[in-house]
């Protein structure tokens, strides 16, 4: 079992920014797919970000790329999300989600993911 308590998030302005983190326990996370997720009011989740099993590739859909930076610190069993130049389409309710069986064309679907955590609120507003 593994427990993801995420934390950072809240109201910026646009073009602002906002780190994300999501702390793991139960077990380490080092060799699972981590992955963001968000979901916007009336808006089906969507993939936003991840990092294949223990290397380093990363993934970004391209709405993000540029933008934002997702990073693991494997001492602190922690995954973050760093989001620069954010714009009020951002806003959402983000999620990040860890999976040890992920093959690589599943990376970005949300049904492959084991855990979640509890989600956290970003909006981005003037």
């Known amino acids: 079992q593994v427990q993801l308590v995420q934390s950072g998030g809240g109201l910026v302005q646009p073009g602002g920014s906002l780190k994300l983190s999501c702390s793991a326990s139960?077990?380490?996370?080092?060799?699972?797919?981590m992955a963001w997720f968000r979901q916007a009011p009336g808006k089906e989740r969507e993939f936003v970000s991840a990092l294949f099993r223990s290397g380093v590739n990363t993934h970004y859909t391209d709405a993000v790329k540029g933008r934002f930076t997702i990073s693991r610190d494997n001492a602190k069993n922690t995954v973050y999300l760093q989001m620069n130049s954010l714009k009020p389409e951002d806003t959402a309710v983000y999620y990040c989600?860890?999976?040890?069986?992920?093959?690589?064309?599943?990376?970005?679907?949300?049904?492959?993911?084991?855990?979640w955590g509890q989600g956290t609120q970003v909006t981005v507003s003037s």
């Open positions: 139960g077990r380490t996370i080092r060799t699972d797919s």
């Open positions: 989600a860890s999976g040890s069986r992920l093959i690589l064309s599943t990376i970005r679907q949300s049904a492959y993911y084991d855990y």
